[in-house]
């Protein structure tokens, strides 16, 4: 309803709201749990003590009635009014300023009529056992449409029990408008309820359709043949029918599910997040192009005025269809939106910490500087203290990042979780005697900003807990391996259409085409090379490093010679910027060394002391360098992002266990969200994609290590198939993981893995 058309609270409108009749109707429609009693107590109609007596009644008919005694007993009708309206009872105005009679005007701002009351009562039990609320997805879909509120959303979500959260929902049905019971309606049909619709809108149970459906979701049962998938988790179109297998869950994610079951909890469990941080005007014409959204949609869309609208329609549209989710998340990426892109591909719950400080002088000042330290940090513009670097490390190794925050009235940040678990202990965390969550995060803002006393934490805000982490598994998979024969191949790249492998015994180079793994192109046998370690290629020109001659070849083709330069230990190399040679060195400090085709050294970068043993070195597109290390006798290890300077800016040490510059029980909440790594070994050869995600080989790990750009754990490809992984090389052409694989004595294979969904 519009400004224009909402009632006038005028003297009439206070008369009529005393009437016995208009009283009796709003000790029944009145819902008081859901932010009244708040804007009554923000407009002094209440204090403290009123409001606490009046959440104590046990029914909301006992609290109306309290509520109406308090507000009549002050002569507060007229603030009672406009507290109606301003917790979204406009119907309940309207009914009140018009006597009860119904005007044309009202359309659908108008409480449920008795028909609407009788069919919720008679047909209550029946409601409660047939509606469908697994996964949240009706209260999704709910919340879309502005039938729920957040708060009623988070009160709905946490319910335990499938039945008390219908019993919740139909509770705020019978307090709402009849534009909201449309609305119920509608999210029924959406969500393949149609049976359940028809009764909220007939009054009648539709037996014929429902038999028809409960007939369609036992076939598509028996066809799936997922036995722990009920017939609630997806009803679809008979297109939709052929569903291939089951998707492995991971960690939270327990029980076999298709993929659309995850998309569509990623898109619940992070939708305010979405909501907040995309920028939808860019999405719409592109989603349109790639047919993500109808001629009407696009069209709605932009009708919708604010950003938050466009975004919540966009991911109603798309939110649990993989063919339009994928190609979402590229257009996400297509328009720099990347971290809500990253979230919205691997999944996990986003939640929203909003940290209010106790009032002095600069606390404003020292906010913002607070703010602007965490943007840094985020950006990784500027080098932090050892210390800040190892809360996030630890944190990351929980599963957990800060990935935004945002700086008004109060400190907003976001906090990226891999696990429910995490969820749950932050919230215990702040639900503590002992506030151990602002502790916490008090000891971390003194390590950002070691220059101001940093004000006490009065106050913060969590999001809800209770959501389901999904996380969505990396889905390469393998799809051949290269014909080595009997070569006992040690390294493997790839350079525009050509993979090539470098063989021990004998030592040799196979050069191979991409499209046919199945045939060596090209076997270069290299008699100088005595026992090679690593290969990389630049130009055609490829580079072995050679362990007992402690040098690296150039390889010069056609025809192809050879000429050496003596070098150091690590052997293993990389590709830097397309034209130059990354390789580690090991030392008093160890270093980066950066050499020219022609072997000459353009830059050489010292490493931090605590990294004595390097492994392998990969450049960054952000001109930044991953390294792996390792302890001299090889029980750990991890991996660290160093700029230019030799300045960590971020790492994965399985050695850390505890941060420096944070008190004893801070270190134990750390280490309680931490519980076990996944991870028993290190990362030590390893390689990039074009997002700079990590493809690591783990000492004594089978299966592939994945990491996100800023070195947190996000899965194991393969670790049922692919053991004693060696060394990886990613083919960026043809976006092939390709992987050595120790096997028997001196025998080996290269393993190639392609990614199902585009990038």
């Not at 002094?44 to 009635?65: A, G, M, P």
């Not at 005025?305 to 063919?323: A, Q």
């Not at 074009?690 to 299966?703: H, L, N, P, W």
Request: charged share 25%; net charge negative.
């Amino acid at each position: 309803m519009s400004d224009s058309n909402k009632s006038v609270i005028n003297d009439n409108t206070l008369a009529n709201a005393v009437k016995d009749e208009i009283k009796c109707f709003l000790l029944d429609r009145i819902n008081p749990d859901f932010g009244l009693l708040d804007v009554l107590r923000g407009n002094n109609t209440l204090d403290r003590n009123e409001c606490q007596d009046i959440k104590s009644r046990r029914t909301t008919y006992k609290k109306n009635v309290r509520l109406l005694e308090i507000v009549t007993e002050k002569k507060k009708l007229r603030e009672f009014v406009v507290a109606l309206r301003d917790s979204n009872q406009e119907h309940l105005v309207n009914y009140v300023t018009t006597n009860g009679k119904r005007p044309e005007q009202c359309s659908g701002i108008w409480p449920i009529t008795s028909w609407e009351i009788n069919v919720l009562k008679t047909k209550h039990k029946h409601l409660v056992d047939h509606i469908d609320v697994s996964n949240n997805e009706l209260v999704y879909e709910l919340y879309s449409a502005g039938f729920l509120d957040k708060r009623q959303k988070d009160h709905v979500s946490k319910l335990a029990q499938d039945y008390e959260k219908v019993d919740a929902l139909l509770d705020i049905l019978h307090h709402s408008s009849l534009s909201n019971y449309r609305k119920m309606i509608n999210c029924l049909s959406k969500t393949k309820q149609n049976h359940n619709a028809w009764i909220l809108e007939k009054g009648s149970v539709n037996e014929e359709a429902e038999e028809e459906e409960e007939e369609m979701e036992q076939k598509k049962a028996k066809k799936l043949k997922i036995e722990d998938i009920s017939e609630k988790e997806y009803e679809s179109s008979e297109e939709e029918e052929e569903i291939v297998g089951k998707t492995n869950a991971l960690q939270t994610c327990t029980s076999a599910k298709t993929d659309f079951v995850i998309l569509a909890a990623i898109s619940r469990s992070n939708f305010d997040y979405f909501v907040e941080f995309m920028a939808p005007k860019v999405l719409i014409n592109r989603l349109h192009t790639k047919e993500c959204l109808t001629d009407d949609e696009m069209i709605y869309i932009k009708t919708l005025r604010s950003d938050r609208d466009k975004s919540h329609e966009i991911i109603r549209v798309i939110h649990g269809i993989p063919s339009k989710y994928n190609v979402f998340v590229d257009i996400l990426r297509e328009k720099e939106q990347y971290r809500v892109a990253e979230v919205a591909d691997r999944g996990g719950a986003v939640m929203n910490v909003s940290i209010t400080f106790g009032k002095q002088p600069n606390s404003a000042d020292i906010q913002q500087k607070l703010y602007d330290r965490i943007k840094s940090l985020l950006s990784k513009t500027s080098p932090f203290s050892v210390e800040v670097v190892q809360v996030v490390s630890l944190l990351a190794r929980a599963g957990v990042e800060i990935i935004e925050a945002k700086n008004s009235r109060c400190l907003s940040l976001w906090l990226w979780c891999r696990s429910e678990f995490a969820l749950q202990e932050f919230n215990e965390m702040n639900e503590s005697p002992n506030k151990e969550l602002s502790k916490f995060f008090g000891e971390f803002f003194a390590l950002l900003n070691t220059d101001d006393q940093i004000p006490p934490i009065m106050n913060i805000d969590l999001d809800d807990p209770d959501r389901d982490v999904v996380l969505r598994p990396s889905d390469y998979t393998p799809v051949a391996k290269l014909a080595v024969g009997k070569h006992s191949v040690c390294a493997v790249t790839s350079q525009n259409n050509s993979v090539y492998a470098l063989s021990r015994n004998p030592t040799a180079i196979l050069v191979f085409i991409v499209d046919n793994p199945s045939r060596i192109k090209l076997e270069i046998l290299v008699s100088d090379i005595k026992d090679p370690e690593d290969m990389v290629v630049i130009n055609e020109f490829v580079f072995v490093s050679d362990r007992e001659n402690s040098c690296i070849w150039q390889m010069i083709p056609m025809p192809y010679q050879a000429k050496s330069w003596p070098v150091v230990a690590p052997y293993t190399m990389s590709v830097l910027q397309g034209c130059y040679i990354l390789k580690v060195s090991r030392g008093q400090p160890s270093t980066l060394n950066i050499y020219d085709q022609d072997f000459i050294q353009v830059n050489e970068i010292s490493l931090p002391s605590s990294i004595q043993f390097p492994c392998h070195a990969v450049g960054t597109l952000a001109n930044t360098f991953i390294v792996s290390y390792k302890e001299e006798a090889r029980l750990s290890g991890g991996l660290c992002e160093v700029n230019s300077s030799g300045d960590v800016l971020s790492i994965f040490d399985m050695r850390l266990q505890a941060a420096q510059g944070v008190s004893a029980p801070i270190n134990q909440s750390l280490s309680r969200l931490i519980r076990s790594d996944a991870l028993k070994g290190y990362p030590e050869h390893f390689t990039l994609n074009e997002r700079d995600e990590i493809f690591a080989t783990g000492r004594s790990k089978d299966g592939i290590l994945v990491y996100n750009s800023r070195l947190v754990l996000e899965d194991i490809l393969e670790k049922d198939s692919i053991k004693r992984p060696s060394r990886i090389h990613y083919a960026v052409n043809s976006k092939l993981l390709l992987v050595v694989v120790e096997g028997e004595g001196d025998k080996s294979e290269v393993v190639i893995l392609k990614q199902k969904r585009a990038l």
